[in-house]
């Protein structure tokens, strides 16, 4: 097989499976940065791509899918924002319980409500996302190296992956060129300045919140219709928690979050690829290790020895008022 | 920390409000019934007799509180040092391999007891080793532990997968497990334990290990309340500052912690692999590290209030399976919800009644006084 043809489909399925991680991540960033730590990422994934699967199915519409999904992640969002910003309660315990009730309450309602055996029904073609075919897209594919590469690789993906992609750029302004982002991000670093200057911590800990609960939605809506067609059982298969570890691999950044999910998104394609071929000079690698691989690398990224990843300084911390 | 809340009774705060916050985690629970168009009531019904209906599901339900004693301990340790290690099912994995080893090795030329404490050992080493390098990594780089562990428990189950895989399976076997170990591998049943009370144990594979478990709880009391190193953890969890003022070296005191809690998850993997298959099978933790958060939660971190709470949840699991038969609308994964449901009522949102109870106790207490004083009048 040519080169060109064997990189392009490995890009292709790196694609493929980098955009929920970006969409994932990229919630992840602006809770964290707000200061109120998530690691129920999976599970508000978990809850979007479930309720994508049962309103799109009964709707027979994506767009109804994406939308239930976008809703039912935003309260699972608040309710962890309730637990960790208004209960000032643990924001590692809240984002487990999180992960435990979703998990349980979609087997349970998808049994209950569809008889299928941990799975939604299957989604026909309207009511899943379909692929767009970018202009022109047939009439380059004849152009030496860039037009496949237009044709097969740019072109050929879902609205939503094109939207995932748009989001790093988006996030960045949001971050780093809003009121609302250095308010955001202020209020993760010292929330005490931020209170002095007249702004309210509670308010906006509850927009960043808001916000991861928007793209989780968004991210579980891609699994459901568009990866897939329909919710399984389990479906984000701990995508959350590699989202999680691209976030702090990107050291709480939004482009290098993109980088960071594609490198994951990549490992994982390449596992699935070359499962039982041997590479060159390294021989054959236990498929294991490269699924562990994003997790090692996030370790060791975390201990210092590649960089050192600093967390916003009031993550974690709820705030208290009086003082 | 401060802490904006009134002091109050110790039957309040160790009785009254846990049990106010499990009520409303099983009321939530029940709506999540009803919503599936079913009786709540019938539900507990079924759940109580499978737990407790016949020795045999009683011994069952003290197996899986076996497992949760355990990995709730664990968490409780890392608890009272301020860590969170949520690590537990990656380390009681791992810690897999010790137990297998032991028994593989000994199985065919030593009786259980000899055994056994080989095992226990194994369980211990392996479990805390796959704490140590989080830990360290806490204490000497200064990543985060909940983090890590998370990537841990990851690691640990490509790592697990693995070694079922290539180096534990035996030859020519298609399934991941190890072979089935002889009669030196096999704990014996608590038949005698449970003939005190009448009853039998039938199928179930309540086992020594529970002893073990009772005495990991005691031992761990002794740690924390009554020995230099339980005093220096609970200082660290208190106020790292003071902690740090008072010459309590922290890095020794972190490592130290997490390798006792691993050790201590680890060896709940005595429990399904001597005790009950008698082989080392491919996820065999099966989420008992994670119960070990909601029962630590629950338990308040001490071991008279972990051992109950881990009933608690034995009677869950046992009785949850009992649900799943007679009721085919609830599948065990009810189990999981109420699970997330104890961890969010119990642990984050701990406070969100205290208020409300707080008022009502002082309330109670102070008309308690007033009637006495008009009686003594």
Known sequence: MDYLQLFLELAQ???????PLILAALAGLFTERAGVFDIGLEGKMLGGAFAAGCVAFVAQSAMAGLLAAVVVSVLLSLVHGYASITQRGNQIVSGVAINFIVAG???????????QGGRTPALAEGARFQVIELPFAEALRGVPLLGPIYAELISGHQALTYLAFLMVPASWWILYRTRFGLRLRAVG????????AGISVIWMRYRGVICCGILCGIAGAYLSLAANAGWTKGMTAGKGYIALAALIFAKWRPVPVMFACLLFGFLDAFAIRYQSTPLPLIGKVPVQLMQALPYILTVVLLAGFIGKAIPPRAGGVPYVKER | MSTPYAKLPGWVEYGLIPLVNLVVAFAVAGLVVLLVGESPLEAAYHMINGAFGRGEYIGFTLYYATTFIFTGLAVAVAFHAGLFNIGGEGQAYVAGIGVALACLWLDRIMPWYVVFPVAIL????????????????QAKRGSHIVITTIMFNFIAASLMNYMLNRVMKPL???????RTFDAGGQLPKLDWLMSIFGLSVGTSPFNVTFLLALAAAFGVWVLIWRTRLGYEMRTMGHSPQAARYAGIKEARIIIITMMISGALAGMMALNPIMGETYRMQLDFVQGAGFVGIAVALMGRSHPAGIIPAAVLFGVLYQGGAEIAFEMPSISRDMIVIIQGLVILFAGALEHMFRPAITRAVLAFSGRGRADAAVKGA
């Open chain 1, 189 to 196: 670093e010292n929330p005490g300045a931020v209170d002095t």
């Open chain 2, 172 to 178: 020519g076997s298609m399934s991941l497990e190890t």
């Open chain 1, 13 to 19: 399925s790196t694609v493929r499976l980098s955009t």
């Open chain 1, 105 to 115: 309450a979609t087997v349970i309602l998808g049994e209950a409500w569809f008889h």
């Open chain 2, 122 to 137: 194994g369980a211990g080493l392996f479990g805390a080793a796959w704490a140590f390098l989080p830990g360290w990594f």
